[in-house]
């Protein structure tokens, strides 16, 4: 059995160092912006070869969405500037989380050397202020 797992995240920006000819200043700077959303995720599936021609996949993932709408921050400090200079702006104190799961399997099924089918299902759900959405989600195709 074979298994992979991953995370995630977002944060968007540009980190920059920057030193200057014939001076000893370094200014640091950071160009970019935070729109106010945060996702982390985490992702796991696993491999299983019952036989010769099953080869089953099963897994899931989780992320959690953090966001607050409307928000836009950008910075910049320098060496022999005692604070970072904020530039930003909050049109809405709203932070909402929310939190999406699934869960899947599939089997690819190899029924002659020249015809394969897979088939699986996966439920998915979505959940946000106090709202919770579930799909059902089968698959199936021949190749």
């Known amino acids: ?16 160092l920057t030193l200057p000819a014939g001076k ?21 599936s696993f491999d299983y070869l019952p036989l010769a021609s099953h080869h089953v ?6 992320l959690l969405h953090r966001f607050r709408p409307e928000y836009n921050r950008a910075a910049s400090s320098e060496t022999n500037v005692s604070d970072t200079t904020n530039i930003g702006k ?14 899947f399997a599939e089997d690819d099924w190899c029924l002659s050397p020249a015809v394969k089918l897979n088939a699986g299902l996966r439920i998915s759900l979505f959940n946000v ?4 959405y579930i799909d059902w989600e089968p698959r199936a195709s021949f190749r």
Do not use: C, P
Request: charged fraction near 15%; aromatic fraction near 14%; charge should be neutral.
């Open 57 to 62: 996949r099963f897994g899931g993932d989780y």
């Open 129 to 132: 202020q106090s709202k919770t």
């Open 1 to 16: 059995m074979n298994s992979r797992a991953g995370t995630a995240s977002n944060n968007f920006g540009f980190f920059s």
């Open 90 to 103: 909050v049109l809405a104190d709203d932070l909402f989380w929310a939190h999406e799961a699934g869960i």
């Open 24 to 44: 000893m200043k370094i200014q640091a700077s950071y160009i970019g912006t935070q729109t106010g959303i945060m996702d982390v995720g985490l992702r796991t």
